[in-house]
C-alpha cells in the first residue's frame, strides 16, 4: 500500500464545473498537506497549503482536509481550460529522524470549452 | 525574483554512462531536494541537502549522489545509468532543512533518457 494514495484519473469536466480532486493517505505523522498543479512539460507549481483539519480558500481552489479519515480534497469551482493540468497531492513527514514530502500519483484534469 | 532553474533541459544517455545534473535555487533558499518523476508518476524523493551535507535520503541507490555548494546550487550525479533511470529529475528548494512549514519550490526538470 503506498503511503498517499490519489484518484488516478483521469477527468474530464465541461467549462464552468466543480471539480473535486481527492486523496488518501496512511501514517498519521504526516503533518502539512499540499497541492501542486502541473502543466504539461513543466515542473510542480504550489497551489494550496495547509496544516489543519478543515477547509482553505484561496480564490476558486479550497483545500480541505480531514485528519480522523486521513483524506484531503481540492475543489475547484467555476473551472477554466486554463485549469487543464495534472494535479499533484503532497504530504510532508516528520517522523523521528525522517522528513520529507511524499506525492500521491496525480490527477490528470482536462476542462473542455 | 528569479525562481529555481535547472540545466540542462534535456539530455540523452546510453546505459552504463554518468550522468551530471544542475540546480540553482530560489533567492533566499537555503535547501535543496531532488525528486524523480517516472511518466504518468507523482515525484518521487530522492535526498536533500542543507549546509552542504546530504540530510535526508529516499529509497534510491548509491548510484545516485549529490552535492551542494557554498551558494546553496546542488548538482545530482547518477552513475552506471539503467534504462529504468529515465524519467524527469525535478529540483526544488525551500527555506531551513526539516521544516514542512516551508513550501517547496520546484523547477521545470531536467527530462533524461536512456538508450
Known amino acids: 500500500q503506498k503511503e498517499v494514495e490519489q484518484d488516478p484519473g483521469p477527468l474530464s469536466v465541461p467549462e464552468g464545473a466543480i471539480v473535486s480532486l481527492n486523496c488518501t493517505y496512511s501514517?498519521?505523522?504526516?503533518?502539512?498537506f499540499m497541492w501542486y498543479r502541473q502543466y504539461s512539460r513543466k515542473g510542480p507549481e504550489l497551489l494550496m497549503y495547509?496544516?489543519?483539519?478543515g477547509n482553505k480558500e484561496d480564490g476558486r481552489f479550497t483545500a480541505q482536509v480531514d485528519k480522523s479519515s486521513k483524506y484531503i480534497s481540492l475543489f475547484i469551482r467555476d473551472s477554466q481550460p486554463s485549469d487543464s493540468a495534472t494535479y499533484l497531492c503532497?504530504?510532508?513527514?516528520?517522523?523521528?529522524?525522517?522528513?520529507?514530502?511524499?506525492f500521491g500519483s496525480g490527477t490528470q484534469l482536462t476542462v473542455l470549452p | 525574483d528569479a525562481g529555481v532553474t535547472q540545466s540542462p533541459t534535456h539530455l540523452i544517455k546510453t546505459r552504463g554512462q554518468q550522468v551530471t545534473l544542475r540546480c540553482s535555487p530560489k533567492?533566499?533558499?537555503?535547501?535543496v531536494s531532488w525528486y524523480q518523476q517516472a511518466l504518468g508518476q507523482g515525484p518521487q524523493f530522492i535526498f536533500q541537502?542543507?549546509?552542504?551535507?546530504?540530510?535526508q535520503r529516499g529509497n534510491f541507490p548509491d548510484r545516485f549522489s549529490g552535492h551542494q555548494f557554498p551558494n546553496y546550487s546542488s548538482e545530482l550525479n547518477v552513475n552506471a545509468l539503467l534504462l529504468g533511470d529515465s524519467a524527469l529529475y525535478l529540483c526544488?528548494?525551500?527555506?531551513?532543512?526539516?521544516?514542512?512549514?516551508?513550501?517547496?519550490?520546484f523547477g521545470d526538470g531536467t527530462r533524461l533518457s536512456i538508450l
Open positions: 503532497a504530504i510532508w513527514l516528520s517522523s523521528g529522524s525522517a522528513r520529507q514530502l511524499t
Open positions: 541537502y542543507y549546509e552542504e551535507e546530504e540530510r
Open positions: 501514517n498519521s505523522a504526516f503533518q502539512y
Open positions: 533567492s533566499g533558499h537555503d535547501t
Open positions: 495547509t496544516y489543519s483539519s
Open positions: 526544488a528548494s525551500s527555506l531551513g532543512m526539516g521544516q514542512g512549514n516551508q513550501p517547496q519550490h
